[in-house]
Protein backbone atom coordinates (compact mmCIF):
# COMPACT_ATOMS: atom_id res chain seq x y z
CA UNK A 1 0.00 0.00 0.00
CA UNK A 2 1.57 3.25 -1.32
CA UNK A 3 0.55 6.40 0.89
CA UNK A 4 0.09 9.79 -0.62
CA UNK A 5 2.15 13.03 0.18
CA UNK A 6 -0.16 15.72 0.33
CA UNK A 7 1.40 19.16 0.03
CA UNK A 8 -0.19 22.73 0.73
CA UNK A 9 0.92 25.62 -0.60
CA UNK A 10 -0.50 28.62 -0.31
CA UNK A 11 -0.80 32.25 0.25
CA UNK A 12 -1.95 32.70 3.78
CA UNK A 13 -1.37 36.74 4.07
CA UNK A 14 0.06 39.50 2.63
CA UNK A 15 0.23 42.85 4.31
CA UNK A 16 1.06 46.15 3.44
CA UNK A 17 4.09 47.49 5.10
CA UNK A 18 4.47 51.32 5.80
CA UNK A 19 7.90 51.40 3.48
CA UNK A 20 5.39 50.71 0.56
CA UNK A 21 6.69 46.67 0.75
CA UNK A 22 4.54 44.05 0.68
CA UNK A 23 4.68 41.05 3.13
CA UNK A 24 3.81 37.56 2.30
CA UNK A 25 3.21 34.74 4.51
CA UNK A 26 3.14 30.91 3.00
CA UNK A 27 2.21 28.10 3.78
CA UNK A 28 4.36 25.47 2.38
CA UNK A 29 3.66 21.66 4.09
CA UNK A 30 3.44 18.58 3.62
CA UNK A 31 2.72 15.21 4.89
CA UNK A 32 5.19 12.96 6.00
CA UNK A 33 4.14 9.70 7.35
CA UNK A 34 0.74 8.96 8.24
CA UNK A 35 -0.77 11.32 10.28
CA UNK A 36 2.48 13.92 10.59
CA UNK A 37 3.10 16.59 8.88
CA UNK A 38 6.12 19.16 8.35
CA UNK A 39 5.06 22.49 8.80
CA UNK A 40 6.76 24.87 6.81
CA UNK A 41 5.65 28.60 6.62
CA UNK A 42 7.74 31.38 4.57
CA UNK A 43 7.54 34.77 4.97
CA UNK A 44 8.96 36.45 2.01
CA UNK A 45 9.46 40.33 0.80
CA UNK A 46 10.48 41.45 -3.03
CA UNK A 47 12.25 44.57 -3.07
CA UNK A 48 12.67 46.50 -5.95
CA UNK A 49 15.72 47.21 -7.24
CA UNK A 50 14.70 50.78 -8.45
CA UNK A 51 13.04 51.74 -5.24
CA UNK A 52 16.08 51.22 -3.28
CA UNK A 53 18.68 52.87 -5.60
CA UNK A 54 15.84 55.81 -5.93
CA UNK A 55 16.31 56.02 -1.75
CA UNK A 56 19.68 55.91 -1.53
CA UNK A 57 22.17 58.96 -1.40
CA UNK A 58 23.85 60.67 -4.55
CA UNK A 59 26.87 58.86 -3.03
CA UNK A 60 25.92 55.63 -3.93
CA UNK A 61 29.19 53.19 -4.55
CA UNK A 62 27.50 51.83 -8.11
CA UNK A 63 25.28 52.70 -10.57
CA UNK A 64 21.72 51.24 -11.01
CA UNK A 65 22.73 49.17 -14.00
CA UNK A 66 25.17 47.63 -12.34
CA UNK A 67 23.29 46.97 -9.38
CA UNK A 68 20.37 45.96 -11.81
CA UNK A 69 22.95 43.51 -13.87
CA UNK A 70 24.10 41.70 -10.48
CA UNK A 71 20.92 41.42 -8.93
CA UNK A 72 18.09 42.14 -11.63
CA UNK A 73 14.65 43.24 -11.08
CA UNK A 74 14.31 42.91 -7.86
CA UNK A 75 15.45 40.70 -4.34
CA UNK A 76 13.62 38.67 -2.31
CA UNK A 77 14.01 38.57 1.59
CA UNK A 78 12.85 35.55 3.00
CA UNK A 79 12.66 33.62 6.17
CA UNK A 80 11.70 30.13 6.95
CA UNK A 81 10.16 28.69 9.71
CA UNK A 82 9.83 24.30 9.71
CA UNK A 83 8.80 22.00 11.95
CA UNK A 84 8.92 18.14 12.10
CA UNK A 85 5.92 15.75 12.61
CA UNK A 86 3.46 17.82 13.64
CA UNK A 87 -0.04 15.57 14.39
CA UNK A 88 -2.74 16.33 11.61
CA UNK A 89 -5.09 17.66 14.25
CA UNK A 90 -2.73 20.49 15.19
CA UNK A 91 -1.21 21.48 12.61
CA UNK A 92 -3.35 24.50 11.38
CA UNK A 93 -2.93 25.84 15.31
CA UNK A 94 0.76 25.23 14.59
CA UNK A 95 0.52 27.01 11.57
CA UNK A 96 -1.18 30.10 12.73
CA UNK A 97 1.15 30.22 15.69
CA UNK A 98 4.61 30.20 13.35
CA UNK A 99 2.86 32.64 10.79
CA UNK A 100 1.87 35.08 14.04
CA UNK A 101 5.21 34.62 15.42
CA UNK A 102 7.14 35.81 11.57
CA UNK A 103 5.01 38.29 12.31
CA UNK A 104 5.89 39.52 15.39
CA UNK A 105 9.68 39.64 15.11
CA UNK A 106 10.28 40.37 11.08
CA UNK A 107 7.53 43.21 11.26
CA UNK A 108 9.36 45.95 12.75
CA UNK A 109 12.61 45.07 10.88
CA UNK A 110 11.09 44.98 7.66
CA UNK A 111 8.95 48.23 7.58
CA UNK A 112 11.79 50.13 9.00
CA UNK A 113 12.09 53.15 6.18
CA UNK A 114 15.88 51.83 5.69
CA UNK A 115 14.75 48.32 5.18
CA UNK A 116 14.87 48.56 1.37
CA UNK A 117 17.93 50.41 1.14
CA UNK A 118 20.02 48.36 3.67
CA UNK A 119 18.89 45.18 2.29
CA UNK A 120 19.55 46.13 -1.38
CA UNK A 121 23.32 47.61 -0.23
CA UNK A 122 24.30 44.09 2.02
CA UNK A 123 22.91 42.10 -1.06
CA UNK A 124 24.83 44.16 -3.77
CA UNK A 125 27.98 44.02 -1.84
CA UNK A 126 27.64 40.48 -1.84
CA UNK A 127 26.76 39.91 -5.60
CA UNK A 128 29.79 41.98 -6.27
CA UNK A 129 32.10 39.90 -3.19
CA UNK A 130 30.78 36.60 -5.44
CA UNK A 131 31.29 38.15 -8.91
CA UNK A 132 34.99 39.08 -7.81
CA UNK A 133 35.41 35.60 -6.02
CA UNK A 134 34.14 34.24 -9.51
CA UNK A 135 36.55 36.13 -11.37
CA UNK A 136 39.94 35.28 -9.12
CA UNK A 137 38.35 31.42 -9.90
CA UNK A 138 38.35 31.84 -13.49
CA UNK A 139 41.82 32.98 -13.69
CA UNK A 140 43.22 31.11 -11.23
CA UNK A 141 42.45 27.89 -13.24
CA UNK A 142 43.27 29.69 -16.40
CA UNK A 143 47.12 30.26 -15.13
CA UNK A 144 47.23 26.81 -14.06
Request: glycine share 4%.
Given at each position: M???????????K???????????????????????????????????????????????????????????????????????????????????????SL????????????F?????????A???????????????????
Amino acid sequence: MQETIKFRESLEKSIDLKNGLTLELWDKSRSMVGDRWKIIVIAQVDIPVEKAFLETNTNATANFDEMKKLLGESVRFEKKMERFFIDEKEKDKITREMMDSLIESLFPYLSHPQFCKRFIIMEFAGAKQKKLLSKQKQQKEKNG
